[in-house]
């Protein structure tokens, strides 16, 4: 009954929500090194820490096994704190310019001379915050003229009206006609195919 912390893409905050959810102290914050602190003799593998950690920082092994486990893939894993701050197909945005609105699209697409990316979105994507693609890799299949707005969907009217039935979703404008789109989460390893997808969209006239 063990919690991990991986540092390598923990913000490492004394505001941590898993310390905020534990019920029994398991973290701490040690003001002189400036760093959170583990006591797992308090640990009951409740794992509320874990489901509490927005970038999956955080994880509970519950046997000897599960802990070697988990402390492997941490000290294997490639990715820094800087990967916190690039936007990612299905997160949250990041940049404040990449949010739009239903208004904003209904506008936009009236301008016939630029393809548009629309990034349909929930709360309930987080796990994409990390795992999930760049925008960058996205937008690069387009021209620079491209516009690439990201809305978080509260309600089924955009859903509806473009018939999606997964989340995040990818729609593809162009000349004001919907030309293409992609449902679903997709990870590093399917990262090539779903490039694949978009540049095949993105030849569409």
Not at 30 to 40: Q, R, V
Request: proline share 3%; aromatic share 8%.
């Amino acid at each position: 009954m063990s919690v991990l912390i991986n540092f390598k893409i923990c913000d490492n905050d004394k505001a941590c929500n898993g310390m905020s959810v534990c019920p029994k102290g398991v973290f701490s914050w040690d003001e002189e090194k400036h760093t959170l602190l583990i006591d797992n003799s308090k640990c009951i593998s409740c794992g509320l820490c874990e489901k509490s950690c927005m970038v999956s920082a955080i994880r509970v092994a519950k046997t000897e096994s599960e802990y070697e486990k988990i402390k492997k893939e941490f000290e294997d894993d490639p990715r820094t704190i800087n990967d916190l701050l690039v936007e990612r197909y299905g997160a949250m945005p990041i940049d404040a310019a990449m949010i739009g609105s239903e208004e904003e699209i209904e506008e936009k697409l009236m301008d016939a001379t630029r393809p548009f990316i629309v990034e349909l979105y929930n709360e309930d994507s987080i796990m994409c915050l990390l795992k999930s693609i760049p925008v960058k890799q996205i937008a690069d299949k387009f021209d620079k003229e491209t516009r690439y707005r990201k809305i978080e969907i509260k309600d089924n009217t955009l859903l509806d009206k473009y018939n999606v039935k997964e989340l995040p979703s990818l729609l593809f404008f162009k000349k004001q006609k919907l030309v293409g789109k992609i449902e679903g989460y997709v990870e590093e390893q399917d990262k090539e195919e779903f490039l694949n997808k978009i540049e095949e969209i993105s030849n569409k006239e």
